[in-house]
């Protein structure tokens, strides 16, 4: 089975930078997306970012022009440079896998395989 787990997580103040990685390990085969994903205290999982092949990414509107996606295919991983980070982002960041495209970009949340234990991440004021 497929393992992910991520790690860079911690406290930052507001204004600040934080990355996290994400690394698969086990038994990896086919096609496997690696997405982020967050949940703040008290709200839903959303999807904060999302890679393709084709070049399509996908960023929540919150986090546009801040956070970047990366994905090293070699590696088997997947990074999330996080600028200018805000309170709001306050969350438990998940890193999760498909092993197929689905047929829609981006993905739902039911389309994934794997899921990581979660990174939290805490921005001050």
């Known amino acids: 089975q497929v393992q992910l787990v991520e790690s860079g997580g911690g406290l930052v103040q507001a204004g600040g930078s934080l990355r996290l990685s994400c690394a698969a390990s086990?038994?990896?085969?086919?096609?496997?997306?690696m997405d982020w994903y967050r949940r703040a205290p008290g709200k839903q999982r959303e999807l904060v970012a999302a890679r393709a092949f084709g070049d399509n990414i996908y960023y929540a509107d919150s986090v546009k022009g801040r956070f970047t996606i990366s994905r090293d295919y070699a590696k088997n991983t997947v990074s999330l440079q996080m600028n200018s980070l805000k309170p709001e982002d306050t969350a438990v960041y998940y890193c999760?896998?498909?092993?197929?495209?689905?047929?829609?970009?981006?993905?739902?949340?039911?389309?994934?395989?794997?899921w990581g234990q979660g990174a939290r991440v805490t921005v001050s004021s």
């Open positions: 999760a896998a498909a092993r197929v495209y689905k047929g829609r970009f981006p993905p739902l949340l039911n389309d994934y395989d794997y």
């Open positions: 086990g038994t990896i085969f086919g096609l496997v997306h």
